[in-house]
């Protein structure tokens, strides 16, 4: 044992975080306290305890189903595990308890707090700081329970170095940790790093993470190392992104040829045997097929352009006239109006002949009808003289009004044919026009069509006449060279990196040797027979080895002793582990009776001997259905289960399963 205890380190004398007590309720109120369990530094036994062979029958015969998985994630369910097991079993027990929950002393860092935390995930707990429970039920909380657990994740991750995992960035949590010293049963201790049945490790590298994890926790992984590790990454990947540079620009150009080649031909749908340029004037080409529908293309769009023009001509003069009947309407209407009220004898109407006087003194232009300027049409004259012989302001001159009223009958009859024989003009023009107009858009969809047609030619022959200009040429060359001189450089930068890792890692710190003679001690001190174990962090697969072979069984035991020795190496100042470890249920069956009981045995003499004050820095949890050792059955064994009975449960009842009607 000396052996052993001449590595252990000696910095603290408490766990970073350990367990005093769990009670379980079914409602708030102490009335309703289910069970009571309490922990102690040191080793804690948790027996399932199998009824002798004939005194119990059925579900009761067995040490399984009594509550040893579910005690183990209620503990976890104190630390903040959001785990699939625990959020199941969290579901099953509210539908057994609405109102229950747990209340846990533990102790963070020397501090004790008191947690309450209920099965409903909808109800928020509450934490105290001290173990009084007195009331804590109505007492003010001082704060919530997933404040609490916040807190306590960032303060068991406070110390862990480095913070994220250098390759990946990923950072460093407390569930990745919590994983690790609290195992799940369904990954059966196959491995050291299989922590999750079904769930995994939450890491993104399965492999390459876990061990990183496993030595930031312990304080194994140094800066310098860390560095070495990211710079590493980021010249792989940089090596990785100038060889696929490479790759392209010596691909370019086949690539570049092949897609316009393959662009000419499929525009125009040539044959895939069909040469692309020749120098025979008389051979057929892709070259001389494109620059032929080129030209053809140029021709049709000449066309196009002479209709167009002549369509926006047509339809410009016709237009103009349109705008100049218009107008001819225009005062065609309004005489034929004027002429009509006065053969109504509107006398009212009257009063817009001054207005109609100046309109037809500002009329400029050529009358159509009489082929002659308005200044020389006898009509207009007449119509201005007339107008000008009244004077409304004198009633005298009514007379004269009457008589221009009878005149103006005769007038509106021809005023009226007039502006019917104008508006039939301006209908037949207006179809016109609308004819002239689809007419142009039609010329204009066609000429756009030809235009496409007769540029898409050229651009893809002079596309790749700069391919053939530039390709092989001088500048592409140097591209290239300056691209494999790129890779050499980060080649060789990864290999100086790659070789100073490997120096480093290869230089044991005096903190891993410590742990590898923890390790190689407890192998000898569990068989004295010449066994020895060792110790190496970077090893993927099995960081702790037993020399001796025994198929499962030894390989159960490499994980129970691996985590023995890190608990034990814990109270060291530059490691981060808790010192706490959960183990349920360990594979004790491939183990043997007396193999297992040994490696309990060998903790309860360690701690006694060592620690005989009883100031243990760690806390070891574990569930079993075997029978501990007869020197172990006394304050060891802090609880034990029986499924004889009602009482000797978890929950002091089993719970009743739904009937379920079996589909055929």
């Known amino acids: 044992m000396e052996q052993l205890t001449q590595h252990l380190p000696a910095e603290r004398n408490a766990p970073r975080l350990w367990f005093e007590r769990l009670i379980l309720f079914s409602e708030p109120g102490d009335d309703h306290v289910l069970r009571t369990i309490s922990f102690q530094r040191g080793l804690n036994i948790v027996w ?135 195992r799940d049963q369904g990954a ?89 340029r020749t120098d025979d004037l008389f051979a057929d080409s892709v070259e001389r097929r494109i620059k032929a529908a080129s030209e053809d293309a140029e021709a049709r769009l ?53 207005a109609q006087l100046l309109e037809l003194q500002q009329l400029t232009g050529h009358c159509k009808h009489g082929r002659l300027e308005f200044a020389d049409c006898q009509h207009v004259q007449e119509e201005m003289n007339k107008l000008k012989q009244f004077s409304f302001h004198d009633a005298r001159d009514k007379p004269n009004l009457k008589q221009a009223m009878e005149v103006s009958i005769g007038f509106a009859g021809k005023a009226l044919e007039r502006k019917e024989a104008i508006w039939r003009r301006l209908e037949e023009m207006r179809r016109e026009e609308g004819t002239l107009v689809a007419a142009l858009q039609k010329t204009r969809m066609a000429r756009r069509t030809a235009e496409i047609e007769a540029n898409k030619w050229p651009t893809l022959l002079d596309e790749l006449t700069r391919w053939e200009a530039t390709a092989g040429s001088a500048l592409a060359q140097a591209d290239i060279e300056a691209s494999r001189a790129n890779v050499r450089r980060v080649e060789q930068e990864l290999n100086g990196v790659q070789t100073k890792l490997a120096v480093a890692q290869k230089s044991k710190s005096d903190h891993e040797r410590a742990l590898a003679a923890i390790t190689d001690a407890l192998t000898q001190q569990l068989f004295p027979d010449g066994a020895f174990g060792a110790f190496d962090p970077r ?6 080895r037993l020399s ?44 043997s009776t007396g193999l297992y009981e040994n490696f309990l045995s060998l903790i309860d003499t360690l701690q006694r001997e060592q620690y005989p004050d009883g100031q243990l820095p760690f806390q070891y949890i574990v569930t079993t259905t075997t029978p501990p050792p007869i020197g172990l059955q006394g304050d060891v064994v802090r609880l034990t289960l029986d499924p004889s009975t009602d009482q000797g449960l978890l929950f002091c009842k089993r719970f009743v399963v739904e009937r379920q009607r079996v589909l055929p």
Not at 106 to 117: A, K, W
Not at 164 to 181: D, F, K, M, V, Y
Not at 303 to 315: F, G, I, N, R, S
């Open 302 to 354: 000449a066309l196009w352009d002479t209709k167009q023009e002549a369509d926006d001509l047509a339809l410009a003069e016709l237009r103009a006239g349109l705008k100049q009947l218009q107008a001819e309407y225009d005062r065609a209407e309004a005489e034929y109006k004027y002429a009509d009220a006065a053969r109504q004898g509107d006398e009212k109407a009257f009063l817009s002949l001054g």
């Open 539 to 544: 090893d993927e697969q099995r960081p702790f």
């Open 548 to 591: 001796m072979r025994g198929g499962e069984a030894f390989r159960v035991l490499e994980v129970l002793l691996g985590d023995v020795a890190c608990m034990l190496n814990s109270p060291r100042a530059a490691g981060a582990l808790p010192g706490l470890f959960i183990h349920d249920c360990p594979r004790e069956a491939d183990m």
């Open 48 to 182: 399932a305890k199998e009824p002798s062979a004939g005194h119990a029958q059925g579900t009761r015969a067995a040490g399984h189903g009594v509550g040893k998985t579910s005690l183990c994630l209620l503990l976890r369910f104190c630390m903040g595990d959001a785990s699939d097991a625990v959020a199941e079993l969290r579901e099953e027990l509210v539908r057994e308890f609405a109102q229950g929950g747990l209340v846990a002393v533990l102790h963070v860092d020397g501090q004790p707090f008191t947690l309450c935390r209920y099965f409903n995930a909808h109800k928020e707990g509450m934490a105290y700081l001290g173990t009084d429970i007195t009331g804590i039920w109505t007492r003010q909380a001082e704060c919530g329970d997933r404040a609490f657990l916040k807190k306590l994740a960032d303060d068991m991750m406070g110390r862990v170095s480095p913070k994220s995992i250098p390759e990946t960035g990923q950072p460093i949590e407390w569930r990745h940790l919590l994983a690790w010293i609290s």
């Open 188 to 276: 059966r201790f196959k491995s050291f790093y299989t922590w999750r049945d079904g769930e995994g490790n939450l890491l993104q590298r399965r492999r390459q993470d876990p061990p990183i994890v496993m030595r930031a926790v312990l304080g194994l992984l140094d800066k310098g190392e860390s560095a070495l590790l990211t710079r590493a990454a980021e010249l792989e990947e940089g090596l990785k992104k100038a060889r696929e540079k490479t790759e392209e620009l010596l691909k370019e150009p086949f690539l570049i040829r092949r897609r316009i080649e393959s662009s000419l031909r499929a525009q125009g749908q040539l044959p895939a045997d069909l040469p692309i």
